[in-house]
């Protein structure tokens, strides 16, 4: 079952603007992690923050969890042409240890 | 770094074929996963495995199987594919054991087309 449901679906930007992804789930979590996946390849882990967590960075990223409204943010900072990729938010959800439910993704799209 | 592979990137088959789809990890870690990906839908999870010879159903487990007699090895099964099995499949293997261990590293996926 999709429980995270990214907003917006499709995101076009120039280089060097910021990107901002959204995501909303439906349960109680113990974690939301990121994910990053290029046109026909795997996803790569991007990032993860735990529920008692608020906020966290990692290089261009930064990522805000707000249990209160059950969502999460992903921004990219100073965007660039290889970030275009799919993001995807999953989440570890409460009693279900180790198991990612993944929302639909947002496509990102970066121009020069 | 941690590897999982995958044992095609494409395939194609024919509806009633018994298809096996091979995974590798070579970290030691407990937690194995298949799911499939398909447009508009996102990744849904088949099944998993949390030890050696241990499965469990997923959300969408009708139609395939697995199997892991190594810890390193998860194979999914389709025992008579059919054309709505034509997707791309992924597996993913995680440590366990809560917090960091819960990040899941995928291999590069297999594109399965069923004729």
């Known amino acids: 079952s999709q429980q995270g449901e990214e907003d917006p679906q499709a995101l076009s930007i120039q280089e060097g603007e910021n990107a901002t992804m959204n995501c909303s789930y439906k349960t109680s979590i113990n974690n939301l992690q990121w994910y990053r996946q290029n046109s026909g390849r795997g996803l790569v882990h991007l990032i993860l923050?735990?529920?008692?967590?608020r906020e966290k960075h990692s290089g261009r990223l930064r990522v805000t969890l707000d249990t209160s409204k059950k969502s999460s943010s992903l921004l990219i900072t100073a965007s660039r042409a290889a970030d275009t990729a799919s993001y995807f938010c999953?989440?570890?959800?409460?009693?279900?240890?180790?198991?990612?439910?993944f929302g639909t993704g947002t496509r990102l799209q970066v121009t020069l | 770094d941690v590897k999982v592979t995958q044992s095609s990137r494409y395939l194609v088959k024919r509806t009633g074929e018994k298809v096996f789809l091979e995974c590798v990890q070579d970290?030691?870690?407990?937690?194995m996963f298949w799911y499939r990906q398909d447009p508009g839908l996102g990744l849904r999870l088949i099944y998993f495995s949390y030890d050696v010879k241990m499965k469990e159903k997923g959300d969408i487990p009708e139609g395939y199987s697995v199997s892991r007699e190594k810890k390193e090895r998860f194979s999914l099964i389709l025992e008579s594919a059919s054309t709505n099995q034509t997707s791309m499949y992924l597996c993913?293997?995680?440590?366990?054991?809560?917090?960091?261990?819960?990040?899941?590293?995928f291999g590069p996926g297999t594109r399965l087309l069923v004729l």
């Open positions: 923050i735990r529920s008692n967590e």
């Open positions: 970290m030691d870690h407990e937690n």
């Open positions: 993913a293997s995680s440590l366990g054991g809560g917090g960091r261990g819960e990040t899941q590293y």
């Open positions: 999953a989440t570890v959800n409460t009693g279900t240890a180790s198991k990612l439910t």
